[in-house]
């Protein structure tokens, strides 16, 4: 809290946006591993009633993989609807969606995705005996200062899911070239099994005293790859991704714009930076109300380039970009399991985003978002 062809890294020295995907603290051994609790009915089960979190010494219901019958080490563990695969390459957990977390379409906000997925990723790292110190650092990284750092962000949502509903998601981690390393999600609709969403990012490593990128050493990668799946598993398939696309700096005058945006204390992390979900909630700021209003985010993609700091005032900056072939993105988001594709070309809206630093200008995220739009409720 992974690709390193992305844009951001033309310019290493600013990808530096530090928060939790990656999960927190140093690896330890496969011995170590807690095994979260699993809640609910097995598959033999005819109990077609609600998930409850029943506080108990033992997980509670039948099936088999990580902690099935085990005891569990501590309360948040028997609480958490999630565990490890059966693998342990991966790791699984339900979520409800809570009343706060939805929007004004009645839906969760594309906020409380980035946030879960953030949440999961954490739990994947806890699950497998990570540490909780916010850096997600192996034993040898600790030891040199270094740490994982945002690259490039990319979440694509099929369908959103509405109050009460429970979504299940998945997620893994993998190397990727020699200065990055990724994590993966896949978003199901509890109830029915329907992948609802998909997420890709990029990471790489940066020594925490020089704030200077490096490569990822065959000790560090030694030291988590015993985790990651040994071939390669993409939740978007990359030939034709538009998760992989270059998004170009956004130049004045923008289209639209939000000046003066102020962190809150709020948004700050534990490591004292801006949270990157912070970072969409500001893109979002400068959209245009009509499209807020006609339509519905189904793509993000956020190239990290600079930290933000807390006394920093952000400007956000969108502007309209033409889609090239939007029948060909519609293909690409059909074949990547959207149940919600965008069924005429002329309903799809992209726009360009850009967050700098007021006064001197200076490079904090560049984003693309695609929209569709909204179908009657």
Same mark, same amino acid.
């Given at each position: 809290?992974?690709?390193?062809?992305?844009?951001?890294?033309?310019?290493? !020295?600013?990808?530096?946006?530090?928060? +939790?995907?990656?999960?927190?603290?140093?690896?330890?051994?496969?011995?170590?591993?807690?095994?979260?609790?699993?809640?609910?009915?097995? !598959?033999? #089960?005819?109990?077609?009633?609600?998930?409850?979190?029943?506080?108990?010494?033992?997980?509670? +219901? !039948?099936?088999?993989?990580? +902690?099935?019958?085990?005891?569990?080490?501590?309360?948040?563990?028997?609480?958490?609807? +999630?565990?490890?695969?059966?693998?342990?390459?991966?790791? %699984?957990?339900?979520?409800?969606?809570?009343?706060?977390?939805?929007?004004?379409?009645?839906?969760?906000?594309? =906020?409380?995705?980035?946030?879960?997925?953030?949440?999961?990723?954490?739990? /994947?790292?806890?699950?497998?005996?990570?540490?909780?110190?916010?850096?997600?650092?192996?034993?040898?990284?600790? $030891?040199?200062?270094? @740490?994982?750092?945002?690259?490039?962000?990319?979440?694509?949502?099929? $369908?959103?899911?509405?109050? !009460?509903?429970?979504?299940?998601?998945?997620?893994?981690?993998?190397?990727?070239?020699?200065?990055?390393?990724?994590?993966?999600?896949?978003? $199901?609709?509890?109830?029915?099994?329907?992948?609802?969403?998909?997420?890709?990012?990029?990471?790489?490593?940066?020594?925490?005293?020089?704030?200077?990128?490096? $490569?990822? *050493?065959?000790?560090?990668?030694?030291?988590?790859?015993?985790?990651?799946?040994?071939?390669?598993?993409?939740? @978007?398939?990359?030939?034709?991704?538009?998760?992989?696309?270059?998004?170009?700096?956004?130049?004045?005058?923008?289209?639209?714009?939000?000046?003066?945006?102020?962190?809150?204390?709020?948004?700050?992390?534990?490591?004292?930076?801006?949270?990157?979900?912070?970072?969409?909630?500001?893109?979002?700021? #400068?959209?245009?109300?009509?499209?807020?209003?006609? /339509? =519905?985010?189904?793509?993000?993609?956020?190239?990290?380039?600079?930290?933000?700091?807390?006394?920093?005032?952000?400007?956000?900056?969108? *502007?309209?970009?033409?889609?090239?072939?939007? =029948?060909?993105?519609?293909? @690409?988001?059909?074949?990547?399991?959207?149940?919600?594709?965008?069924?005429?070309? =002329?309903?799809?809206?992209?726009?360009?985003?850009?967050?700098?630093? *007021?006064?001197?200008?200076?490079? @904090?995220?560049?984003?693309?978002?695609?929209?569709? %739009? %909204?179908?009657?409720?």
């Amino acid at each position: 809290m992974l690709k390193v062809s992305c844009n951001v890294l033309s310019d290493q !020295s600013q990808a530096i946006t530090q928060c +939790g995907f990656m999960g927190r603290g140093p690896i330890l051994t496969r011995g170590h591993r807690r095994n979260a609790v699993v809640l609910g009915s097995g !598959s033999g #089960s005819s109990y077609k009633g609600p998930i409850m979190a029943v506080v108990s010494d033992r997980v509670i +219901g !039948s099936g088999s993989g990580p +902690g099935s019958g085990s005891v569990s080490g501590t309360l948040a563990d028997r609480l958490r609807l +999630g565990s490890l695969t059966e693998d342990g390459l991966s790791y %699984k957990e339900r979520f409800i969606v809570r009343c706060y977390e939805v929007g004004i379409n009645k839906t969760a906000t594309v =906020e409380t995705i980035a946030n879960l997925l953030q949440e999961v990723g954490c739990n /994947h790292a806890q699950s497998v005996g990570f540490s909780t110190d916010g850096f997600a650092t192996t034993p040898t990284m600790r $030891k040199l200062h270094l @740490i994982w750092v945002t690259a490039r962000m990319h979440i694509e949502i099929y $369908k959103y899911p509405a109050w !009460s509903d429970v979504i299940e998601i998945e997620t893994w981690c993998q190397g990727e070239g020699r200065i990055g390393t990724r994590r993966d999600w896949i978003l $199901k609709d509890n109830a029915t099994g329907q992948v609802i969403g998909r997420a890709t990012s990029k990471w790489v490593m940066m020594n925490e005293d020089t704030r200077r990128l490096q $490569k990822v *050493s065959d000790d560090v990668r030694d030291e988590y790859l015993v985790y990651c799946p040994r071939e390669p598993r993409l939740a @978007i398939p990359e030939e034709n991704s538009s998760s992989l696309r270059r998004i170009p700096k956004l130049e004045d005058p923008a289209d639209h714009s939000k000046l003066g945006l102020v962190p809150r204390r709020a948004d700050l992390d534990m490591n004292q930076h801006v949270n990157n979900v912070t970072y969409i909630g500001w893109v979002l700021e #400068s959209l245009p109300q009509e499209i807020i209003d006609s /339509h =519905e985010l189904q793509t993000i993609t956020l190239d990290y380039r600079r930290e933000c700091q807390h006394d920093d005032i952000v400007d956000s900056l969108t *502007s309209v970009e033409p889609v090239e072939d939007a =029948e060909a993105v519609s293909k @690409i988001q059909g074949t990547n399991g959207s149940i919600a594709a965008t069924e005429n070309n =002329e309903d799809l809206r992209q726009f360009l985003h850009l967050l700098r630093v *007021s006064g001197d200008g200076l490079e @904090i995220n560049r984003g693309r978002t695609e929209w569709r %739009k %909204k179908h009657a409720r």
